[in-house]
């Protein structure tokens, strides 16, 4: 293989741009032609491709975002719109593709696959909910923004005996809520996987104020529920003043940590290592601290579990 294209797909994470940069490198010291994708599969439909070289991914190992901009895409869900992206790439001489996005970007990459062109998938979300991994690119970089906004919420928190309720992203998986739950000993943590009853959580919040709590914190993950719905239940059940913080597409943004940056390293470069092996229809990711792939299909197929024991150990602390 002589020439690859890359792009990033669907939300955007912080650790994009440096496994943009992995993939760039990677290739041109295995004297290959790299050529980026702009917007995603849009780009690939609108031709917005451009050839990358060593010093075009300068300077943003660091920087969260996407150099190569991001998009959704209907018409690349139909066969026509493949077809016509699969036309352009081969036009171009472009022989394989590295896709960086979360799991719907990875149906995409999937269905080039099935269609005869080679793909590999790179995991970046903040959601750290794609099954096949332990992390997804941006993971890491978002949880410490979380615990930084809780951190600050809780000096406030303490001075006025408030209770918050802190929503954070997470639509269909709550990774993001417990890491983030567990890291700043909030009392109460709602995930989508878990099923919880208001009344418990009054409860709760009832018992550690008896027992002279300044402040309660309860992370509601966004796909349990809105925190401002859940934040009126309260008051309407409790006498305790509570307040509700959406942290929002902050969440998204920032110079990714160097768990991120390392992370995005590794496996962006070992994507350009399958192309070159012939490997394709995977998704590369990290097992253990080793870097694995395994078949898109396979990863799409399972369901992406909560860490049980980890929720668990949440409540066992917050007594
Ligand atoms: P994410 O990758 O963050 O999960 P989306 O779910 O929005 O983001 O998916 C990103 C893009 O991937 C979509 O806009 C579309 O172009 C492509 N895509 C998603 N699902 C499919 C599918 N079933 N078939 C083909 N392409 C898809």
Partial sequence: MKKIGVLT???????????????????????????????????????????????????????????????????????????????NLNAVGIEGLIVIGGDGSFRGAEKLTEIGFPTIGVPGTIDNDIPGTDYTIGFDTALNTVINAIDKIRDTATSHERTYVIEVMGRNAGDLALWSGLADGAETILIPEEEYSMDDIIKRLRRGHERGKKHSIIIVAEGVGSGPDVGQKIKEATELETRVTVLGHIQRGGSPTGYDRVLASRLGSNAVELLL??????MVGIINNKV?????????????????EMYRLSQELSI
Wanted: glycine content about 14%; some cysteine.
């Fill in 9 to 87: 797909s669907g939300g955007d994470s912080p650790g994009m741009n440096a496994a943009i940069r992995a993939v760039v490198r990677k290739a041109i010291y295995h004297e290959m032609e790299v050529y980026g994708i702009q917007y995603g599969f849009a780009g690939l439909l609108s031709n917005d491709i451009e050839k990358l070289e060593i010093g075009d991914v300068g300077d943003i190992i660091h920087r969260g975002g996407t150099k190569l901009y991001t998009a959704r895409c209907e018409e690349f869900k139909t066969p026509e719109g493949r077809q016509k992206a699969v036309e």
């Fill in 277 to 282: 092996n012939g490997v394709a229809g995977c």
């Fill in 292 to 308: 694995v792939h395994r078949g898109i299909s396979e990863v799409l197929s399972e369901k992406h579990q909560i860490d049980k």
